[in-house]
Protein backbone atom coordinates (compact mmCIF):
# COMPACT_ATOMS: atom_id res chain seq x y z
CA UNK A 1 0.00 0.00 0.00
CA UNK A 2 3.04 2.41 0.68
CA UNK A 3 3.34 3.44 -3.33
CA UNK A 4 -0.69 3.39 -3.67
CA UNK A 5 -1.88 6.77 -5.11
CA UNK A 6 -5.10 7.62 -6.78
CA UNK A 7 -5.46 10.79 -8.71
CA UNK A 8 -8.58 12.73 -9.12
CA UNK A 9 -9.22 15.75 -11.82
CA UNK A 10 -11.67 18.28 -9.79
CA UNK A 11 -14.65 18.88 -12.23
CA UNK A 12 -17.36 21.62 -11.65
CA UNK A 13 -19.78 23.31 -13.84
CA UNK A 14 -18.67 23.21 -17.34
CA UNK A 15 -15.69 21.02 -16.90
CA UNK A 16 -14.05 17.74 -17.75
CA UNK A 17 -11.76 15.54 -16.56
CA UNK A 18 -9.52 16.63 -19.60
CA UNK A 19 -10.06 19.75 -18.83
CA UNK A 20 -10.35 20.35 -14.81
CA UNK A 21 -10.61 23.35 -12.47
CA UNK A 22 -7.97 21.27 -10.20
CA UNK A 23 -5.62 17.99 -8.95
CA UNK A 24 -6.31 16.28 -6.11
CA UNK A 25 -4.35 12.96 -5.04
CA UNK A 26 -4.44 10.25 -2.30
CA UNK A 27 -1.49 8.30 -0.83
CA UNK A 28 -0.90 6.42 1.49
CA UNK A 29 1.92 6.72 4.45
CA UNK A 30 2.51 3.90 7.04
CA UNK A 31 -0.58 2.87 5.69
CA UNK A 32 -2.97 6.21 6.43
CA UNK A 33 -4.74 8.10 3.68
CA UNK A 34 -2.76 11.32 2.99
CA UNK A 35 -5.27 13.93 0.77
CA UNK A 36 -3.67 16.85 -1.53
CA UNK A 37 -4.48 19.05 -3.80
CA UNK A 38 -1.68 20.66 -6.50
CA UNK A 39 -1.07 24.23 -5.73
CA UNK A 40 -0.66 27.17 -8.08
CA UNK A 41 3.09 26.60 -6.84
CA UNK A 42 3.21 22.69 -8.30
CA UNK A 43 3.37 21.66 -5.02
CA UNK A 44 1.28 18.63 -3.16
CA UNK A 45 -0.28 20.29 -0.22
CA UNK A 46 -2.72 18.66 2.24
CA UNK A 47 -6.49 19.56 1.37
CA UNK A 48 -9.79 17.79 2.16
CA UNK A 49 -11.05 17.98 -1.03
CA UNK A 50 -11.29 14.32 -1.76
CA UNK A 51 -13.15 13.60 1.98
CA UNK A 52 -15.43 16.00 1.30
CA UNK A 53 -16.22 14.91 -2.11
CA UNK A 54 -16.87 11.25 -0.28
CA UNK A 55 -19.43 12.79 1.87
CA UNK A 56 -20.88 14.92 -0.91
CA UNK A 57 -19.85 18.73 0.88
CA UNK A 58 -18.40 19.82 -2.16
CA UNK A 59 -20.03 21.38 -5.47
CA UNK A 60 -17.60 20.50 -7.49
CA UNK A 61 -17.15 16.33 -8.14
CA UNK A 62 -14.28 14.69 -8.79
CA UNK A 63 -13.15 11.94 -11.71
CA UNK A 64 -10.58 9.19 -10.43
CA UNK A 65 -8.10 9.16 -13.36
CA UNK A 66 -4.34 7.73 -13.99
CA UNK A 67 -1.15 8.75 -13.44
CA UNK A 68 -0.51 9.34 -16.64
CA UNK A 69 -3.39 11.81 -17.18
CA UNK A 70 -2.40 13.48 -13.81
CA UNK A 71 1.37 13.76 -15.19
CA UNK A 72 -0.25 15.84 -18.45
CA UNK A 73 -2.77 17.93 -16.45
CA UNK A 74 0.15 19.32 -14.25
CA UNK A 75 2.08 19.79 -16.91
CA UNK A 76 -0.88 21.56 -18.83
CA UNK A 77 -1.43 23.44 -15.27
CA UNK A 78 2.35 24.38 -15.10
CA UNK A 79 2.07 26.04 -18.34
CA UNK A 80 -0.91 27.72 -18.06
CA UNK A 81 0.41 29.26 -14.41
CA UNK A 82 3.23 30.16 -15.82
CA UNK A 83 1.64 32.16 -19.02
CA UNK A 84 -0.36 34.10 -16.29
CA UNK A 85 2.48 34.84 -13.61
Known amino acids: MADEVSYYAIVGAGRTARAPSGLARRRYVAGLPIDEALRRDLTWQPDAAIVEWE ?11 SRTTADQLIA ?3 ALWDQRD
Not at 55 to 65: F, K, N, Q, R, T
Open 55 to 65: YGEVGADLVEI
Open 76 to 78: DFH
